[in-house]
Structure formats: C-alpha cells, structure tokens
C-alpha cells in the first residue's frame, strides 16, 4: 500500500513540480531594450528596427488597405481588430495583459520580443552581458533566420510576395560590432 501511495504521489506531483518550475517571462516593450541597443558600440540595433518595416507593421493594419484585405478574407472585423492580422503585425498580440509590462504597446508593432522572447528575464544589463545566462533567461536567438521570417512571411499572408530572404535579412541583421 506505501509502494502504491508513493508512486501515486510521484506521478501526480511531478507534473505541478515542473508547471511552479517553469519560468513565465513578460513583455516589456522596445523603450526597455532602446536603453542599451540605440548605441553604436551595441549595433544600433534600436535604429534599424526603428528604420525597418518592423517598426510600422501595426499602423499598416489602421489603413483602408488593410481593412480591405481582411473583408476580402472573409474577416468581418478590422485589419486592427482581426487575429489573423495581428499574430504577424503585432508583436504578443495573443497573450493575457497579465504578461505585458507597462511599457509594452501595441502600436510598435513587431518588435525585438517578436524574435529574441519576452525580455523581462534578460532585460537587465548584468544578465545581457552573460551571453549564456541570457539565453537561460529566456533570449531567443536563432541561428536559421529563414525558419523564423517565414512564420509570417509565408503564402498564408494575403500579400504574400517571394523574397530571397538572405537579401531581406541583410537590411535587418543587428549584430553588436566585435570589439578591436
């Protein structure tokens, strides 16, 4: 009986282990990581986002446009106000208000947490310096940027047009310069 309670007992306290374990990061909006990434020491990475179509995915959805693509899909809500459009114009569009950190909005449309997570874990200065500490805090960094792009850019897209991505990802890569 004590061999059945103490396996019992495993398998159903296992699984709430490991769901208190798992950390639950949020978003905290592109002011947060603009502080340290607007620097030319750091890439600029703030200004070629702020420069790239990123920047203006959201407010592409307030136009007539926008709206017209999403009547013709069938949508009967605004571009602005249709799932569909916001999963690729808008970065955690989807998640509870819970997860995002007063500096979040919507209107910057796809932003850094788009493609590196919710930064509330790495956000700070002394965990960004650490790339491996980052990473175990919650930063994506991915090695095959076609694999990540084409979660929006894809034929599924209404305005699907084919890129050669390795070009696209030239005018957006952000790397922090090697030091001399």
Same mark, same amino acid.
């Given at each position: 009986?004590?061999?059945? %309670?103490? %396996?019992?007992? $495993? ?27 607007? @620097? ?5 990475? $703030? ?13 592409? !959805?307030?136009?007539? @446009?926008?709206?017209? %693509?999403?009547?013709? =899909? ?6 602005? @106000?249709?799932?569909?459009?916001? @999963? ?13 950190? =007063? ?8 932003? #850094? ?19 491996? !500490? ?5 930063? !994506? ?7 990540? #792009? ?25 790397? %922090?310069?090697?030091?001399?």
């Amino acid at each position: 009986m004590l061999k059945k %309670i103490i %396996i019992l007992t $495993f398998i159903f306290a296992t699984p709430l282990y490991f769901a208190q374990s798992k950390k639950v990061y949020k978003y905290v909006g592109v002011k947060k990581c603009r502080m340290c990434h607007r @620097k030319a020491k750091q890439g600029e990475q $703030f200004k070629i986002w702020k420069n790239s179509k990123h920047s203006q995915a959201y407010k592409t !959805l307030l136009t007539k @446009k926008a709206d017209s %693509i999403a009547a013709k =899909k069938g949508f009967k809500t605004k571009a602005a @106000k249709t799932p569909e459009c916001l @999963k690729c114009h808008v970065t955690a569009y989807n998640v509870k208000t819970s997860l995002l950190e =007063k500096g979040y909005k919507k209107e910057d449309g796809v932003t #850094c947490e788009s493609c590196h997570g919710p930064g509330s874990a790495y956000k700070k200065r002394k965990i960004m310096k650490n790339k491996k !500490l980052a990473v175990a805090n919650g930063l !994506l960094i991915y090695k095959d940027h076609k694999k990540l #792009c084409t979660t929006c850019h894809n034929p599924d897209s209404p305005t699907f047009v084919a890129r050669d991505f390795d070009k696209m990802w030239a005018k957006i890569k952000h790397n %922090i310069p090697k030091k001399k």
